[in-house]
C-alpha cells in the first residue's frame, strides 16, 4: 500500500529528497512478524540512512509515546531487510552483542535515539517504511 502519488515521487526525485516515509506502527511484533506486517501493508521495516532518518524515526516514536521500536538492520553480517547497504549505525556502547539478531530504536534512559540488538522473538513495536523496491531477508535464529 504505497500512499505517495507518483507525482510525489517525482517532485522529490527531482529535489534529490529520498522515496520514502516511516510509519510507526503500534503493535507488538517479533522482528520477523513485524517484517512481514511491513512487506503486506507498506513497503518493508524501515532502514536508517543517516542521522536525519534516524532523528525522523525518534520524532515519531516521541509523538507516538513509544520508547523502543524494531527497524529492519539484523546480524547476518548485519543487514538492511530491504537489501540497502548503508553503513550508517547508531549503536549505543556496548553495542552490539555477539548474542542478539536483530536492531532496536532506544529513546529511554540514558540511551536517546542510539540502537541495541535483541533476540528476533522479542516483542516490540516496529518503524515501517513506503516508497521504494522490496527485496527479501529474513531474521533467522
Do not use: Y
Not at 549503536?91 to 548474542?99: D, G, L, M, N
Request: proline fraction near 4%; glycine fraction near 4%.
Amino acid at each position: 500500500m504505497l500512499t505517495m502519488s507518483l507525482k510525489e515521487l517525482l517532485i522529490q526525485k527531482a529535489m534529490g529528497r529520498p522515496f520514502w516515509r516511516f510509519i510507526l506502527v503500534q503493535q507488538l511484533m517479533n522482528w520477523r512478524n513485524a517484517q512481514s506486517f511491513c512487506r503486506t501493508n507498506h513497503m518493508d521495516l524501515s532502514s536508517v540512512r543517516k542521522q536525519s532518518e534516524n532523528q525522523q524515526i525518534q520524532q515519531l516514536m516521541s509523538t507516538g509515546g513509544v520508547t523502543a521500536v524494531w527497524i529492519g538492520l539484523f546480524r547476518d553480517s548485519w543487514e538492511w531487510s530491504d537489501k540497502s547497504t548503508s553503513s550508517f549505525r547508531n549503536w549505543a556502547p556496548p553495542e552490539p552483542q555477539s548474542t542478539e539478531n536483530a536492531t532496536v530504536l532506544v529513546i529511554s534512559g540514558s540511551i536517546r535515539g542510539q540502537w541495541e540488538d535483541w533476540p528476533c522473538n522479542t516483542q516490540f513495536t516496529f518503524v515501517c517504511q513506503e516508497g521504494k523496491s522490496m527485496l527479501r531477508l529474513v531474521c533467522v535464529k
